[in-house]
């Protein structure tokens, strides 16, 4: 068969094709071969196609026996007719062809046999020929039919003589003939009409409509079988679908009926003439011939059309328009459509040409997006369709195709996600495209995509490749791929080198490619390098550095760096492991006192051991006065006097009141409160926390000479003292404010105290007779004793029945005989003999 795609720009319409173009549904192949030269001799009038072979009908009277790719089959010799072939029909089996001719001869030819051989003359032109479809079988009785000005049956006798019956002849010339399994259809001048062969007995006549104003008999009527019930009509413009069923019970009943109808299902006009019509599963392939011509007056290209009919309407799926050999010159009748059903293939007939058109497979569709740059559709067909019905196409070949069509685009992006979809984890596929990204300098937009785990890794060099160019034209790009690519992918020292060789002649900022370097360092366990270029750069990620590899050990000369980059984390990693001694941070720590501080507070936190609180004294007392006091309330573990000191420089009274009396140096803390604070309920409080006569008699003393001092004291010391030691030392004369209002809460206070002393004596006294009567009912109840209590010296049952024993039981619950105490008069088991 000759080269498909140059065959199909032949046949097919020379109009441009766009990307918008619909997707065609046949693809078509010029026969040629032998047939080219039998062509160039004379033209083709009629033809017949078997899956064996092609049989073709010349206007010289020749007939042809072709294989499907135009090579004449060697040794078949069919006897020629004299004129022009107008019919040829072969039987199933492709064993018998019956031909006919407008000399009035009727051939039926035997290929591997010349038994049956048929010649006859029937002296008039006979237009139509048809063998039956299962001449071949032994049992058949060698029938054909021959249609002229009447429609006749030939068969042979059982003598072997051929017996003739006529079928029709009062419809005039039969004008074309289908024989389909056991119905036969024939079109004549009013009309086409189905008989049944089994029954002998016509179905029923289709009239044709002849007010359409086209005489019909200018036309060739085209009858196909689409199956044994189901016939295919196309007369001039107009397309009729047939079914042969059966009648019902009740019809056949009623009256004398043939067991079959015909029943027009769909019957729809075309705005062209009909050279030919066949079946495609559910659809049609109609062989259209233009009604009207071109501004020479010559006829268009014919076309191929698959229609959707439905009732009595029809929707084009695909038109194809045929560039034929002198289509000019040709009218509708000039053209035949044959069909091999079984595999879907239409054989279109010119005088001087044959195309043969079929179905796109899986292949061609493919094929068909690849040259229209629809990439997406050529690979929704291996998803959507059994791949081992595609032979010459896989989904890395497509893809590559596209790969190289979005890239000669520039649609990077895009081409590295195909590469993803197409290629997936599979190196070998990934190495032999990846280069032409490189050729471009576009290995950044294929770097998310490629494999990037170490069971399915490219050649380092690739991944080198990449960050190379990332290094070169995008570094945030190049220290992400350092971060998210596993180092085993590349060779780390080559990168490193890269990196610092970059350095060199890099003029911009580098603390990015610092950083890289910093992680690529660590990859390499140079943690050294990878700890001082962190600290350099001042980047926290130092912190999971030291976590992540146990670097503890090598961080006591960085502390400092560490606290300056982030004292929170650094205190933390610190106080985590505790690898390095406390003893060893203070002292590196120890000429950086806010460091010192922070460290310090958050060790004490974690441990109660009081270490350092002598230190904590002092840093607090700088940087965070305000846990000062409570630290020195909680802590039992600093020096009071150096404590009291570092309070009297600072002058911090508050926390010098709580040492001096942690010391006992009461009345000088009192002095503080009133001298210096100004603080009467504190020093109120100070002094019914000691609850000391003297230092309540030194705080009535300071307060004696100032008024607005006794006011408060009135209001407030009559729960704790007696009032009247303050009353008798206020001076006469003295003007205090408020004085009435004091005294009387100064007395309600009073009062109050006295009536609270007298109600706790009143319960007190209450419950000590309570307890006391308790006490004396407990100690008069008696106590059981029964033969079970053995003595607590002799251990023998306390209880001898057999005679009377003098038995002692104590209130501890422990029973002796008398003899066995021996005189004592206590618990020889509480208080035992030998007891100091």
């Known amino acids: 068969m000759s080269d498909t795609n140059s065959n199909l720009n032949d046949c097919m319409s020379d109009t441009e094709s766009s990307e918008d173009e619909i997707e065609p549904k046949l693809k078509y192949i010029r026969l040629s071969n032998d047939l080219q030269s039998i062509l160039l001799k004379t033209s083709a009038t009629c033809i017949a196609v078997h899956p064996k072979f092609v049989c073709l009908g010349s206007h010289w009277g020749v007939i042809h026996i072709l294989d499907h790719q135009g090579n004449c089959i060697k040794g078949v010799d069919l006897k020629s007719h004299t004129v022009s072939i107008n019919q040829i029909s072969i039987d199933t089996s492709g064993e018998f062809i019956a031909t006919c001719s407008d000399d009035g001869k009727v051939y039926v030819h035997g290929l591997f046999s010349k038994d049956n051989n048929i010649q006859l003359n029937l002296g008039r032109l006979v237009k139509t020929v048809s063998v039956d479809p299962y001449y071949f079988k032994h049992s058949s009785n060698k029938r054909f039919i ?62 044709w409509d002849e007010n359409s104003g086209i005489p019909i008999d200018k036309f060739r009527c ?36 043939p067991e079959y109808l015909v029943d027009p299902v769909s019957t729809f006009q075309t705005e062209f003439f009909i050279s030919g019509i066949a079946p495609l599963d559910h659809q049609l392939v109609i062989l259209g011939f233009s009604k009207i011509l071109d501004e020479n007056q010559k006829s268009l290209r014919p076309q191929l059309y698959i229609v959707e009919y439905r009732d009595n309407d029809y929707t084009e799926i695909c038109t194809d328009s045929l560039s034929l050999r002198g289509y000019e010159e040709y009218s509708a009748n000039d053209y035949h459509l044959e069909v091999l059903s079984e595999e879907n293939r239409f054989f279109i007939v010119a005088p001087k040409d044959v195309v043969i058109a079929s179905p ?38 497509v893809g590559i195709e596209f790969l190289d069509h979005l890239l000669s685009r520039g649609m990077y992006d895009s081409a590295g996600r195909l590469g993803l979809k197409i290629f997936g984890k599979s190196p070998s596929l990934w190495e032999d495209q990846i280069y032409k990204f490189a050729s471009v300098h576009q290995l950044r937009s294929v770097s998310p995509y490629i494999p990037r785990t170490l069971d399915s890794k490219l050649n380092p060099h690739i991944y080198e490749m990449i960050l190379y160019e990332y290094l ?116 590196k720590l120890k000429d950086h006192r806010i460091h010192l501080f922070r460290y310090l507070d958050a060790f004490d936190k974690k441990n109660v051991t009081g270490k350092y609180h002598k230190e904590l004294v002092k840093l607090y007392s700088l940087f965070d006065r305000e846990k000062l006091l409570p630290f020195l309330k909680k802590s039992n573990h600093y020096p009071i006097q150096e404590a009291l000191d570092i309070c009297q420089e600072e002058k911090y009274y508050p926390e010098m009141v709580f040492l001096l009396g942690r010391i006992g140096d009461t009345k000088e803390a009192l002095e503080l409160i009133i001298n210096q604070l100004k603080d009467m309920q504190h020093a109120i409080s100070f002094c019914q926390e000691h609850d000391d006569p003297d230092l309540w008699n030194d705080l009535i003393n300071h307060c004696v000479d100032k008024p607005e001092f006794i006011t408060f004291l009135l209001k407030s010391i009559g729960t704790y003292v007696d009032p009247t030691v303050l009353v008798e030392k206020i001076k006469n004369d003295m003007k205090i404010p408020g004085l009435k209002n004091s005294l009387v809460t100064m007395l309600n206070q009073y009062n109050l105290q006295v009536s609270v002393q007298d109600g706790c004596k009143k319960i007190l006294v209450a419950d000590y007779f309570n307890l006391q009567k308790k006490l004396v009912c407990s100690q008069q109840r008696g106590i059981s004793v029964n033969e079970e209590v053995v003595c607590g010296a002799c251990h023998r049952p306390l209880i001898d029945y057999t005679r009377l024993k003098n038995v002692m039981m104590f209130n501890c619950r422990h029973a002796f005989h008398a003899y066995c105490l021996k005189d004592r008069t206590n618990c020889g088991i509480c208080y035992p003999p030998d007891a100091k």
């Not at 497979?361 to 997006?369: E, G, M, S, T, V």
């Not at 945030?476 to 990196?499: D, Q, T």
């Open 146 to 207: 021959t249609g002229d000005d009447k429609l006749t049956l030939y068969e042979k006798s059982f003598l072997g003589s051929l017996k003739s019956t006529i079928l029709c002849e009062s419809e005039g010339l039969v004008k074309s003939l289908s024989w389909g399994d056991n119905f036969l259809a024939w079109s004549s001048n009013i009309g086409v009409r189905v008989y049944d062969m089994t029954a002998r007995c016509s179905l029923g006549l289709i009239k």
């Open 222 to 257: 085209n009858l196909r079988w689409a199956d044994s019930r189901t016939l295919l009509i196309g007369w001039v413009d107009t397309v009729r679908v047939c079914v042969i069923r059966k009648r019902s019970n009740i019809e056949l009943a009623n009256r004398d009926l």
């Open 360 to 397: 796109y497979d899986l292949d061609d569709r493919i094929q068909w997006f690849i040259q229209h740059n629809k990439f997406e559709e050529a690979l929704e067909i291996f998803v959507h369709n059994d791949t081992r019905d595609i032979h010459r196409y896989t989904v890395q070949s």
């Open 472 to 587: 070169k034209l995008d570094p945030l790009g190049f220290l992400n791929l350092v971060k998210e690519w596993n180092s085993g992918l590349y060779n780390i020292c080559a990168v490193i080198n890269a990196v610092l060789e970059h350095l060199l002649n890099c003029e911009t900022d580098n603390n990015v490619y610092l950083e890289a370097l910093a992680i690529l360092y660590s990859y390499e366990k140079r943690y050294d390098k990878s700890l001082s270029m962190y600290l350099k750069l001042k980047h926290k990620d130092v912190f999971t550095l030291i976590q992540k590899h146990n670097l503890y050990g090598v961080i006591q000369d960085m502390l400092i760096d560490l606290m300056e980059l982030d004292h929170k984390k650094a205190i933390a990693l610190l106080l985590e492991k505790n690898t390095i001694s406390s003893d060893v941070i203070v002292d």
